[in-house]
C-alpha cells in the first residue's frame, strides 16, 4: 500500500524562500525538490529535473511530511579529512625519527608507533595507521635481509675453505 504525500503550493513557497538563504549547495538541490512536488510536479518529472532518482524525491517529499523544514539540515555523507595532525606537526613529529636515522640509528615501526599514540592520545592496535602516516610523509619500510640472496651453500662453503687450506701446505 503506497502512501502518498502532497506538498502544498504555501509550503513550497516556504521552501522556496529558505532556498534563497540556503548556501550548502546539496541542501539547495533536496530543497527544490521538494518545492518543486509542491508545485504540482510528478516525482518522475522531478527526477528528471534534479538528476535525483524517483524513489528518492519520494522519500524526500516523505521526510519533509515527517520533520518539517529540519530535514533539510540533516547533514549526508561527511568529508574525508580525518588526519591526526597538520602537516607541520607531522613533520615536527617526524623530525625526531630522521635525526636518529642520519645518525645510522635503526628505526622501528613500533618504536614510531608508541610515539605517534602518545601524540594522538589513542590507543591502536593495528600499525596500519603508522604505516600510513610514515607511507605520506615519504618514508618507507626498509628491512636487512636476514641472509645474502646469492649465498653459497654451507657445503660449498666447506669445500672452498678445505680448498684454502690446501692450498696454502
Known sequence: MNIT???SNEEAKV???KMNITKDKNIYRRMEAVAL???GKSPKEVAEITK??????RILGCNFHKKGLEVFAI???KGGNHRVMDDEESKNFLNQFMEKSEKGQIITIEEVADAFNEKTGKQRKSLSTVYYFMHSHGWRKIMPRSKHPNKASDEAIRASK??????EK
Open 52 to 57: 535525483y532518482n524517483e524513489k528518492y524525491v
Open 162 to 167: 678445505k680448498l684454502t687450506l690446501e692450498s
Open 15 to 17: 521552501i522556496r524562500e
Open 75 to 77: 547533514a549526508g555523507r
Open 37 to 39: 512536488l509542491g508545485e
Open 5 to 7: 504525500y502532497k506538498t
